[in-house]
T-cell receptor, first 115, second 110 residues
Framework: NAGVTQTPKFQVLKTGQSMTLQCAQDMNHNSMYWYRQDPGMGLRLIYYSASEGTTDKGEVPNGYNVSRLNKREFSLRLESAAPSQTSVYFC??????????????FGPGTRLTVL | RKEVEQDPGPFNVPEGATVAFNCTYS??????FFWYRQDCRKEPKLLMSVYSSGNEDGRFTAQLNRASQYISLLIRDSKLSDSATYLC???????????FGAGTRLTVKP
């Protein structure tokens, strides 16, 4: 039982390049999330998926797209990376929809630098 | 004003000290409350949920004050291993948008 896994762990991009961050969970959770974490800003929600086949914008969605590929996988895509997207990205999942208790489980994070 | 606010610290305390963190939230409809612990360069992990009646887990006590819209975390008999950043999180049951505070950094020194 790996929990939430993310790839890659580290990435350096040049401005304008694109990339996809991968996330998978093996806890049979319905809901999955992408956050970014910046110093002094805490975790901010980019996009979430309440269930397979649905996605919704969070607090800071601009410059990102997501795909809920199946129940296990939720990817985050940067089409044209900008230096402002330098951050640590966390994927998370929870059992919302199964119970009212919604502890979120986080992946290990992806450290992205955009030059 | 941020929806969830925490004193960023850092809090530097000696081993054995008692330390308390507060977290205020602005949305009065918030219904679920949590404290997460985040070690340096690691992901956040749930420390404890916060229940209306308050709850205790060993040296950790969490309390909720709905009237004043804040939650608190008390750590007694601090250990070196308690050094970390503590994040509070709130959301409305049924709403997928969990809001996190920026975190309070704690360093426990020998």
């Amino acid at each position: 039982n790996a929990g939430v896994t993310q790839t890659p762990k580290f990435q350096v991009l040049k401005t304008g390049q694109s990339m996809t961050l991968q996330c998978a969970q093996d806890m049979n959770h319905n809901s999955m999330y992408w956050y970014r974490q910046d110093p002094g800003m805490g975790l901010r929600l980019i996009y979430y998926s309440a269930s397979e086949g649905t996605t919704d914008k969070g607090e800071v969605p601009n410059g990102y797209n997501v795909s809920r590929l199946n129940k296990r996988e939720f990817s985050l895509r940067l089409e044209s990376a900008a230096p402002s997207q330098t951050s640590v990205y966390f994927c998370a999942s929870d059992s919302r929809g199964i119970s009212s208790y919604n502890e979120q489980f986080f992946g290990p994070g992806t450290r992205l630098t955009v030059l | 004003r941020k929806e969830v606010e925490q004193d960023p610290g850092p809090f530097n305390v000696p081993e054995g000290a008692t330390v308390a963190f507060n977290c205020t939230y602005s949305n009065s409809a918030s219904q679920s409350f949590f404290w997460y612990r985040q070690d340096c360069r690691k992901e956040p992990k749930l420390l404890m949920s916060v229940y209306s009646s308050g709850n205790e887990d060993g040296r950790f006590t969490a309390q909720l004050n709905r009237a004043s819209q804040y939650i608190s975390l008390l750590i007694r008999d601090s250990k070196l291993s308690d050094s970390a950043t503590y994040l509070c999180a709130v959301n409305i049951v049924g709403n997928n948008d969990m809001r996190f505070g920026a975190g309070t950094r704690l360093t426990v020194k020998p």
